[in-house]
């Protein structure tokens, strides 16, 4: 073991902070059950035996949007594109209703930038679907299009989540953040806001008292440079405000997308950038496994990596089965639980917030 592994752990074993060239050298070590043990102890400290999941629902109400990012499979230009679409109130109010029959707690909503829906469209859907399921905890909208709100409607971001709050938003989800290294942000999402345009209304979602969730997209043209930056500033940006409430790294689906040079995610490197995320994020305290993007099996792995969430039933994702996500469509909560245990972890399910709601 080299010393500046021993320094590294040590850091870990005291809990302590890691810098980002500790966190980068950890990208460089070969010995991947090393940083995984690591990872592991870091884990038990703060949550113990514990494996979170919820019973969710995802509706992606539309996958017309103005920007071509060439990472993404699932966006069409027009309705009258092979595969466009946009669900109307009704369709996406049943989708609510099966959910929350289902016994599900939360409803994952996000969407494409639709260039001819105005603003009402989507406190319409919040307000119907508190109408309809007022349990419901509605986890909507990424920095993305709170910037798009502000845009359609002449608002700043913080006048828009107020309205968005006031319709029955909740919380909101991590997307959009992609790889916040400009250079790599040019190649595959150029029309989408910077990464400090995102960092910024992130911060004033926080503000404005709504948790949120924060993502990476890894595993395309980045390289473990870029990887560290971003985790540095998402780990600056908690230091500030505390809203994030988990780190999810999503691992790249290149199918049917159009990113030159793009290498994917293997299995040795989708669970050493979970356990990395664990080790560094040391002010976070949920590592979610998104198992659509990895798979069952390295989702599985990945609890004995630091991670701590499987996340949920999920229902009907598009966005990465459209990139070529060769995972379920859903998962139901026996699955999950039998997952979790057969990974020696205590299944809990819990709500979007993070209160447990039953322990197996």
């Known amino acids: 073991m080299t010393n500046l592994f021993k320094n590294i752990r040590a850091k870990i074993e005291a809990g302590t902070r890691i810098s980002d060239d500790e966190a980068l050298a950890l990208f460089a070590c070969d010995d991947l059950l090393a940083v995984g043990e690591l990872a592991a102890l870091a884990n038990q400290r703060v949550n113990g035996n514990k494996v979170y999941f919820n019973v969710n629902r995802h509706i992606n109400y539309t996958n017309i949007c103005v920007n071509r990012c060439t990472f993404c499979a699932f966006s069409r230009e027009h309705e009258g594109e092979d595969g466009g679409y946009t669900l109307a109130l009704n369709d996406i109010l049943k989708r609510a209703a099966e959910a929350s029959t289902a016994g599900a707690t939360e409803i994952h909503m996000v969407g494409g930038l639709h260039p001819d829906l105005p603003f009402d469209f989507y406190l319409e859907i919040l307000a119907a679907i508190k109408a309809d399921s007022p349990k419901l905890h509605i986890k909507a909208f990424t920095a993305v299009e709170i910037d798009y709100f502000a845009k359609l409607t002449g ?176 998962l139901s909560k026996e699955q999950l639980v039998d997952l979790i245990r057969k990974a020696d972890k205590q299944p809990v399910e819990r709500d979007t917030l993070y209160q447990e709601l039953r322990a197996y």
């Not at 004033?204 to 993502?215: E, R």
């Not at 988990?246 to 669970?271: C, Y």
């Not at 994020?281 to 609890?303: C, E, P, T």
């Open 155 to 330: 608002q700043s971001p913080v006048e828009v989540v107020e309205e968005l709050k006031a319709a029955g938003l909740d919380s909101m989800p991590g997307g959009g953040a992609e790889i916040f290294a400009t250079e790599v942000r040019k190649q595959i999402c150029p029309e989408k806001i910077s990464g400090e345009r995102w960092l910024e209304i992130t911060e004033q979602v926080h503000q404005a008292g709504l948790k949120t969730n924060a993502t990476m997209l890894f595993g395309h043209v980045e390289d473990y440079a870029d990887r560290v930056d971003h985790l540095a500033r998402l780990r600056q940006l908690q230091d500030r405000t505390g809203g994030f409430q988990a780190f999810i790294p999503l691992a790249f689906q290149p199918d049917n997308t159009r990113v030159r040079g793009a290498k994917g995610v293997g299995g040795v490197d989708a669970l050493k950038t979970l356990a990395i995320s664990r080790l560094y994020l040391d002010n976070f305290r949920h590592i979610k496994a998104y198992w659509v993007m990895l798979g069952l099996k390295i989702s599985q792995v990945s609890l004995a990596f630091g991670v701590n969430d499987i996340d949920g039933t999920v229902v009907e994702e598009q966005i990465g089965h459209d990139a070529g996500a060769d995972s379920p469509q859903q």
